[in-house]
Nanobody, 126 residues
Framework: QLQLVESGGGSVQLGGSLRLSCVAS????????MGWFRQVPGKEREGVSC????????TYEDSAKGRFTISRDNAKNTVDLQMTNLDPEDTAVYFC???????????????????WGQGIQVTVSS
């Protein structure tokens, strides 16, 4: 059974940076599309970024473009999300997620992610 554990969250001020990390255990992520999602209380969970199995294809939610960078290390079974120029609107619980994918160079924010981490809080204050 794949388990995902996030780390690196916390509180920062407007314009600050955080790096979220997700470590997978129980399964090699080479065969998985990896994604980061976030959720604010009372709102639906939304996709922030995803990365293909090969790492060559990445997708970002519009507000994350130019500020966030997703990366993966299949050898270490990890996926990171570097977040810069953070804004209070980025405050949310962030989730690491994974799903099996036959295609090597594809990722999306579709709702069929099978595996989820427990989530980690990111708070940005003004």
């Amino acid at each position: 059974q794949l388990q995902l554990v996030e780390s690196g969250g916390g509180s920062v001020q407007l314009g600050g940076s955080l790096r979220l990390s997700c470590v997978a255990s129980g399964f090699k992520i080479d065969y998985l599309v990896m994604g980061w999602f976030r959720q604010v209380p009372g709102k639906e969970r939304e996709g922030v970024s995803c990365i293909s199995r090969s790492g060559t294809v990445t997708t970002y939610e519009d507000s994350a473009k130019g500020r966030f960078t997703i990366s993966r290390d299949n050898a270490k079974n990890t996926v990171d999300l570097q977040m810069t120029n953070l804004d209070p609107e980025d405050t949310a619980v962030y989730f690491c997620a994974a799903k099996p994918m036959a295609l090597i160079d594809y990722c999306s924010f579709s709702a069929d992610y099978m595996y989820w981490g427990q989530g980690i809080q990111v708070t940005v204050s003004s």
